[in-house]
């Protein structure tokens, strides 16, 4: 195919998909407007399946396909980052020097440390029910963890962080997204339906049906990704060294 033709296609799908945009646009509610009739429907079957927080209900129920694709392109990225950053034949592994760290700052950081991981472990436990979630309690927890790289030495942070374990709980979490998926579809309904358990009690823990499920599979996912996407990043900074020194 010539460039020209590539640019004439280009340049057609542009022109429909700015058309169907456009078109999408025009039938928008107004803007300030008293009624939202997507946010409406959206409450209405968050209210119907017990879950408290509409967003973990939008996430892990009415829309739970598309979180599945949400977490494949982070599990794809953590994939990718591992096969880049993998040590070669040219680089050796050294082990980091230990480096002073100011009395203040390692009080901080070791005080800091668990509340910040029970902070993490909260959010995601209470998805269904408060703002936060899988995602976002996955990235505190998994931060967390490197206070102690902070407060104290990499090596330090090395023995509480054993990278294949977090691989291996990456890939689990991901697999028991799908599972869950799969399990409506052996129970006869759609796949990812919130049928599988009874909904509960309105603003419980044990509310919202799969969604505390998909949540929690979300939560170690991120918070196991976020570990190995930093560790390799950290190897290459701290340890990994090439045969020439640098």
Known sequence: MTRRARLWILAVGGAGLAALLVAACLRLPGFGGTRHPYGERVVRASLARRTANTIA???FDQRAFDTLGEMSILFAAVLGTVVLLRQTRDERRAR?????????????????LPVALLTGLY????????????FQGGVVAATALHLLYLGADYHALERVRPVGLYEAGDALAACAYVVT????????TAFL???????????????GGTVPLLNAA????????????????????????EENGK
């Not at 980091?96 to 800091?112: D, F, G, M």
């Not at 339906?193 to 509310?207: D, E, I, K, M, V």
């Not at 990704?225 to 060294?241: G, H, M, P, S």
């Open 181 to 188: 998926g799969l399990a409506g579809l052996l129970g006869g």
């Open 123 to 134: 959010v995601i436990g209470h998805g269904q029910l408060s703002p936060g979630g899988g």
């Open 218 to 241: 979300i939560g170690m996912e991120v918070a196991c990704a976020v570990v190995v996407l930093l560790a390799r990043f950290l190897d290459q900074a701290v340890e990994i060294e």
């Open 57 to 59: 209900s939008v996430n």
């Open 96 to 112: 980091p020097r230990p480096a002073q760290v100011a009395l203040p700052v390692r009080r901080y950081a070791l005080i800091v």
């Open 193 to 207: 339906a919130n049928t599988l358990l009874p909904y509960g009690t309105f603003n419980t823990l044990s509310s």
